[in-house]
């Protein structure tokens, strides 16, 4: 079964298009690597658009990432090149990320 994670991520309006950057420059690469080597199923990153308001100068973003198993979500969270990012963009965040992950239980 496969194991589904769900993070909000929350930076400052003038951060918004470093992590941008960052993110696109350091991990996409890493989740292309990932999904070519069949360790991800799928990923997204996807600015909030509608929904609940957020709060005012405040970016939100939806991360999405669909793993075979628990295995990979560890390797992919222990690799040296997202290790290394991840320290930037958590100087970067307005807010702690709200994180979610469990077994995919419905799928289409």
Same mark, same amino acid.
């Given at each position: 079964?496969?194991? @589904?994670?769900?993070?909000?991520?929350?930076?400052?309006?003038?951060?918004? +298009?470093?992590?941008?950057?960052?993110?696109?420059?350091? +991990?996409?690469? !890493? $989740?292309?690597?990932?999904?070519?080597?069949?360790?991800?199923?799928?990923?997204? !990153?996807?600015?909030?658009? /509608?929904?609940?308001?957020?709060?005012? /100068? +405040?970016?939100?973003?939806? !991360?999405?990432?669909?793993?075979?198993?628990?295995?990979?979500?560890?390797?992919?969270?222990?690799?040296?090149?997202?290790?290394?990012? !991840?320290?930037?963009?958590?100087?970067?965040?307005?807010?702690?990320?709200?994180? $979610?992950? /469990?077994? @995919?239980?419905?799928?289409?």
């Amino acid at each position: 079964m496969s194991q @589904t994670s769900a993070i909000i991520l929350r930076f400052p309006e003038s951060k918004a +298009v470093e992590f941008e950057r960052l993110f696109k420059a350091e +991990v996409l690469p !890493l $989740w292309r690597k990932f999904k070519s080597e069949g360790k991800f199923l799928g990923a997204s !990153l996807t600015p909030i658009q /509608g929904g609940m308001t957020p709060r005012k /100068g +405040v970016r939100h973003y939806i !991360l999405h990432v669909e793993v075979p198993g628990m295995a990979e979500h560890e390797q992919f969270d222990l690799h040296p090149q997202f290790t290394k990012f !991840l320290a930037k963009a958590q100087a970067m965040q307005a807010e702690d990320p709200l994180v $979610w992950f /469990g077994e @995919t239980l419905f799928q289409v």
